[in-house]
């Protein structure tokens, strides 16, 4: 069983993709970000600390995403990093308790991810993800999978967005350089739909 890192500037799709390929692939999709909003949704005290940083678009100290990643990933037979690591101090900490095996990079210029987030939906309920531009719900304002309410995530202003993509660049892009050194980074072309996106990065999984 192999683990995978999926890796791409804020908007690129990691989400979409990762719920699409994750269960065929026999993975466990782990999303921090989904984590960490479901921990300052219930107001936990990992939530009280980390929702600071995420309303501003900061990134949430690299000590508590480690040990929140390692406690979730223990005697698991496979998964998904969907926006883990995010730094090399992540990468490293994460390299002792994990090894990983293939890193995808979904590739999408700036102005493409800024329109995909200026028009994202979550839903309240679920946290299924929707687009009223690319990927409409059945009806408007309502979740197709559990009725939930649509809203736009709070960190998709567009003054939050650029501090997201300036942290991207800063931190995380450099992450794409670093897994290139060690021979397991994919790319793929994540400006097309994502059906195409999806069946890509499917068939890296398979092979
Ligand atoms: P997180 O939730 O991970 O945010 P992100 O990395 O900025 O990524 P997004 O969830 O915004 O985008 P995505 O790439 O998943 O795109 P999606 O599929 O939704 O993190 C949020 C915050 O938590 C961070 O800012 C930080 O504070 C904290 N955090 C999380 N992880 C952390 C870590 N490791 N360390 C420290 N802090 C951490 O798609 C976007 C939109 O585009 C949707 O509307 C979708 O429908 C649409 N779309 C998707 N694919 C396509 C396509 N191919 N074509 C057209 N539209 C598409």
Do not use: W
């Amino acid at each position: 069983m192999r683990n995978v890192v999926l890796l791409g500037p804020p908007g690129a799709g990691k989400g979409t993709i990762a719920v699409r390929v994750a269960k065929e692939a026999g993975l466990l999709h782990l999303s921090t970000g989904d984590v960490l909003r479901d921990e300052v949704a219930r107001g936990t005290e990992l939530g009280q600390r980390a929702r600071t940083f995420m309303e501003r678009g900061e990134l949430v100290p690299d000590a508590v995403v480690l040990a929140m990643v390692q406690e979730r990933v223990k005697g698991q037979q496979g998964v998904l990093l969907d926006g883990f690591p995010r730094t090399l101090a992540q990468a490293e900490g994460l390299a002792e308790f994990l090894p990983v095996h293939v890193v995808v990079n979904l590739a999408v210029a700036k102005d493409e991810v800024v329109r995909r987030l200026g028009s994202r939906r979550v839903c309240r309920a679920c946290g299924a993800v929707y687009n009223v531009v690319t990927q409409r719900p059945r009806t408007e304002g309502l979740c197709d999978r559990c009725g939930g309410e649509l809203r736009q995530r709070p960190d998709d202003t567009p003054e939050v967005v650029a501090r997201r993509y300036e942290v991207y660049e800063k931190d995380s892009r450099p992450l794409v350089e670093h897994y290139a050194r060690q021979g397991l980074l994919k790319a793929v072309d994540a400006a097309r739909s994502p059906d195409q996106v999806a069946a890509d990065v499917a068939k890296i999984l398979r092979s």
